[in-house]
Protein backbone atom coordinates (compact mmCIF):
# COMPACT_ATOMS: atom_id res chain seq x y z
CA UNK A 1 0.00 0.00 0.00
CA UNK A 2 2.76 2.13 -0.13
CA UNK A 3 2.96 3.08 -3.73
CA UNK A 4 -0.10 4.02 -5.05
CA UNK A 5 -1.99 2.21 -7.80
CA UNK A 6 -1.24 3.96 -11.02
CA UNK A 7 2.74 3.87 -10.27
CA UNK A 8 2.86 -0.20 -9.49
CA UNK A 9 3.40 -0.72 -13.11
CA UNK A 10 6.56 1.76 -13.15
CA UNK A 11 7.88 0.67 -10.17
CA UNK A 12 7.63 -3.16 -10.38
CA UNK A 13 9.74 -2.71 -14.08
CA UNK A 14 12.42 -1.40 -12.33
CA UNK A 15 12.68 -3.75 -9.83
CA UNK A 16 12.55 -5.98 -12.61
CA UNK A 17 15.03 -4.65 -14.46
CA UNK A 18 17.64 -4.38 -11.48
CA UNK A 19 16.85 -8.00 -10.71
CA UNK A 20 17.66 -9.07 -14.12
CA UNK A 21 20.81 -6.81 -14.13
CA UNK A 22 22.31 -8.21 -10.75
CA UNK A 23 21.70 -11.71 -12.23
CA UNK A 24 23.45 -10.69 -15.66
CA UNK A 25 26.20 -9.79 -12.56
CA UNK A 26 26.14 -12.93 -10.74
CA UNK A 27 26.18 -15.46 -13.70
CA UNK A 28 28.95 -13.28 -15.25
CA UNK A 29 31.22 -13.52 -11.52
CA UNK A 30 30.26 -17.10 -11.52
CA UNK A 31 31.30 -18.00 -14.89
CA UNK A 32 34.46 -15.49 -14.17
CA UNK A 33 35.48 -17.38 -10.49
CA UNK A 34 34.80 -21.31 -12.61
CA UNK A 35 37.31 -20.19 -15.44
CA UNK A 36 39.90 -18.74 -13.15
CA UNK A 37 39.57 -22.13 -11.61
CA UNK A 38 40.26 -24.23 -13.67
CA UNK A 39 36.10 -25.73 -13.50
CA UNK A 40 35.38 -24.45 -17.00
CA UNK A 41 35.00 -27.12 -18.97
CA UNK A 42 34.24 -26.15 -22.78
CA UNK A 43 32.43 -28.14 -24.85
CA UNK A 44 34.68 -28.50 -28.27
CA UNK A 45 33.12 -29.46 -31.57
CA UNK A 46 33.42 -28.64 -35.12
CA UNK A 47 31.56 -25.90 -35.97
CA UNK A 48 31.00 -22.56 -39.05
CA UNK A 49 32.50 -19.50 -37.61
CA UNK A 50 30.91 -18.12 -40.45
CA UNK A 51 27.33 -19.28 -39.24
CA UNK A 52 27.86 -17.94 -36.05
CA UNK A 53 28.74 -13.82 -37.17
CA UNK A 54 25.79 -14.11 -39.52
CA UNK A 55 22.96 -15.18 -36.93
CA UNK A 56 24.98 -13.15 -33.86
CA UNK A 57 24.01 -10.12 -36.45
CA UNK A 58 20.32 -11.36 -36.76
CA UNK A 59 20.12 -11.26 -33.52
CA UNK A 60 21.30 -7.57 -32.76
CA UNK A 61 18.95 -6.53 -36.31
CA UNK A 62 16.97 -4.59 -34.11
CA UNK A 63 19.87 -2.17 -32.03
CA UNK A 64 21.19 -1.99 -35.52
CA UNK A 65 18.57 -1.09 -37.37
CA UNK A 66 17.85 1.21 -34.15
CA UNK A 67 20.71 3.45 -34.21
CA UNK A 68 20.56 3.27 -38.61
CA UNK A 69 24.14 1.51 -38.53
CA UNK A 70 26.01 0.10 -42.05
CA UNK A 71 26.91 -3.27 -41.32
CA UNK A 72 29.90 -4.49 -43.97
CA UNK A 73 30.50 -8.42 -43.73
CA UNK A 74 34.03 -9.76 -45.49
CA UNK A 75 34.50 -13.61 -45.08
CA UNK A 76 37.24 -14.85 -46.77
CA UNK A 77 35.15 -18.33 -47.24
CA UNK A 78 32.00 -19.49 -47.26
CA UNK A 79 32.24 -21.83 -44.73
CA UNK A 80 35.62 -21.43 -42.31
CA UNK A 81 35.25 -24.56 -39.73
CA UNK A 82 36.93 -24.13 -36.70
CA UNK A 83 37.37 -26.63 -33.60
CA UNK A 84 35.82 -24.38 -29.74
CA UNK A 85 32.82 -24.86 -27.86
CA UNK A 86 29.95 -22.50 -29.90
CA UNK A 87 27.53 -22.01 -27.39
CA UNK A 88 30.78 -19.97 -25.86
CA UNK A 89 32.14 -18.50 -29.18
CA UNK A 90 28.33 -17.16 -29.97
CA UNK A 91 28.73 -15.17 -26.35
CA UNK A 92 32.32 -13.73 -27.76
CA UNK A 93 30.92 -12.83 -31.06
CA UNK A 94 27.68 -11.11 -29.78
CA UNK A 95 29.72 -9.54 -26.67
CA UNK A 96 32.05 -7.80 -29.50
CA UNK A 97 29.16 -6.49 -31.72
CA UNK A 98 27.42 -5.73 -29.09
CA UNK A 99 29.80 -3.05 -28.20
CA UNK A 100 30.65 -1.92 -31.60
CA UNK A 101 26.75 -1.29 -31.73
CA UNK A 102 27.13 0.33 -28.27
CA UNK A 103 29.83 2.70 -29.56
CA UNK A 104 28.95 3.63 -33.01
CA UNK A 105 26.92 6.80 -33.38
CA UNK A 106 23.71 6.81 -35.08
CA UNK A 107 24.41 6.71 -38.59
CA UNK A 108 27.94 5.08 -38.53
CA UNK A 109 29.35 1.46 -39.78
CA UNK A 110 30.80 -1.38 -38.50
CA UNK A 111 32.86 -3.78 -40.21
CA UNK A 112 33.24 -8.11 -39.44
CA UNK A 113 35.57 -9.29 -42.00
CA UNK A 114 37.74 -12.81 -41.55
CA UNK A 115 41.22 -13.88 -43.01
CA UNK A 116 43.08 -16.92 -42.43
CA UNK A 117 46.78 -16.82 -41.83
CA UNK A 118 48.25 -21.01 -41.91
CA UNK A 119 46.07 -22.81 -39.08
CA UNK A 120 44.04 -19.85 -37.54
CA UNK A 121 41.11 -17.78 -38.92
CA UNK A 122 41.76 -14.19 -37.48
CA UNK A 123 37.90 -12.77 -36.64
CA UNK A 124 38.03 -8.35 -36.75
CA UNK A 125 35.15 -6.30 -36.13
CA UNK A 126 35.20 -2.88 -36.36
CA UNK A 127 33.17 0.15 -34.93
CA UNK A 128 33.15 3.26 -36.82
CA UNK A 129 33.89 6.04 -34.14
CA UNK A 130 35.95 7.76 -31.26
CA UNK A 131 39.33 6.35 -30.83
CA UNK A 132 40.77 4.85 -27.46
CA UNK A 133 43.28 6.51 -25.52
CA UNK A 134 46.32 4.25 -24.03
CA UNK A 135 44.24 3.97 -20.81
CA UNK A 136 41.46 2.66 -22.37
CA UNK A 137 43.48 0.46 -24.20
CA UNK A 138 45.14 -1.31 -21.03
CA UNK A 139 42.47 -1.40 -18.86
CA UNK A 140 39.20 -2.17 -21.09
CA UNK A 141 40.09 -5.74 -20.37
CA UNK A 142 39.77 -4.90 -16.37
CA UNK A 143 36.72 -6.20 -14.14
CA UNK A 144 34.25 -3.72 -13.89
CA UNK A 145 36.29 -0.64 -15.94
CA UNK A 146 34.14 0.99 -18.59
CA UNK A 147 35.44 2.93 -20.89
CA UNK A 148 32.90 5.19 -20.98
CA UNK A 149 30.46 5.67 -18.42
CA UNK A 150 28.15 8.40 -19.91
CA UNK A 151 27.41 6.40 -22.98
CA UNK A 152 26.86 2.89 -20.95
CA UNK A 153 23.48 1.53 -20.15
CA UNK A 154 22.51 -0.10 -17.03
CA UNK A 155 22.50 -3.80 -18.64
CA UNK A 156 26.54 -3.39 -19.41
CA UNK A 157 28.01 -4.96 -15.86
CA UNK A 158 31.47 -4.23 -17.13
CA UNK A 159 32.72 -7.59 -16.98
CA UNK A 160 31.64 -8.27 -20.59
CA UNK A 161 35.09 -7.94 -22.11
CA UNK A 162 36.97 -10.01 -19.45
CA UNK A 163 34.97 -12.52 -19.76
CA UNK A 164 35.49 -12.67 -23.67
CA UNK A 165 39.12 -13.11 -23.63
CA UNK A 166 39.11 -15.52 -20.45
CA UNK A 167 36.87 -17.56 -23.13
CA UNK A 168 39.39 -17.19 -25.36
CA UNK A 169 42.48 -18.14 -23.40
CA UNK A 170 40.38 -21.44 -22.47
CA UNK A 171 40.27 -22.01 -25.98
CA UNK A 172 44.19 -21.34 -26.16
CA UNK A 173 43.29 -17.92 -28.51
CA UNK A 174 44.08 -14.76 -27.93
CA UNK A 175 42.51 -10.80 -28.66
CA UNK A 176 43.40 -7.78 -28.89
CA UNK A 177 42.34 -4.67 -29.89
CA UNK A 178 43.69 -1.34 -31.55
CA UNK A 179 42.51 2.15 -32.82
CA UNK A 180 42.66 2.20 -36.56
CA UNK A 181 41.75 4.54 -39.40
CA UNK A 182 37.96 4.93 -38.90
CA UNK A 183 37.67 3.44 -35.71
CA UNK A 184 38.15 0.93 -33.24
CA UNK A 185 39.07 -2.72 -33.80
CA UNK A 186 39.14 -5.84 -31.41
CA UNK A 187 40.34 -8.81 -33.59
CA UNK A 188 40.25 -12.68 -32.25
CA UNK A 189 41.92 -15.94 -33.62
CA UNK A 190 40.19 -19.64 -33.51
CA UNK A 191 41.53 -23.04 -34.87
CA UNK A 192 40.68 -23.98 -38.20
CA UNK A 193 39.54 -27.17 -38.93
CA UNK A 194 40.94 -28.77 -42.17
CA UNK A 195 38.53 -29.99 -44.67
CA UNK A 196 39.25 -31.34 -48.16
CA UNK A 197 37.55 -29.43 -51.25
CA UNK A 198 35.54 -32.55 -51.90
CA UNK A 199 33.66 -31.74 -48.74
CA UNK A 200 32.85 -27.88 -48.52
CA UNK A 201 31.20 -29.43 -51.78
CA UNK A 202 28.71 -30.96 -49.68
CA UNK A 203 27.92 -27.48 -47.74
CA UNK A 204 27.42 -25.57 -51.00
Excluded at 177 to 183: A, E, F, I, Q
Amino acid sequence: GVIQKDKEDYYLKIVHDEISRLSRLVNDLLDISAMEAGKFKLSKSEMDINAVIKLCLANLEGKIAGKDLHVEVLLENKHQFVFADMDRIIQVVTNLLDNAVKYTDEGGFIKVNTKVKANKVYVSILNNGNKMSEEQIIRIWDRFYKSDKSRTNKESTGLGLPIVRLILTQHGEDIWVKNVKDGVEFTFTLTIVWYSPEVFKLWE
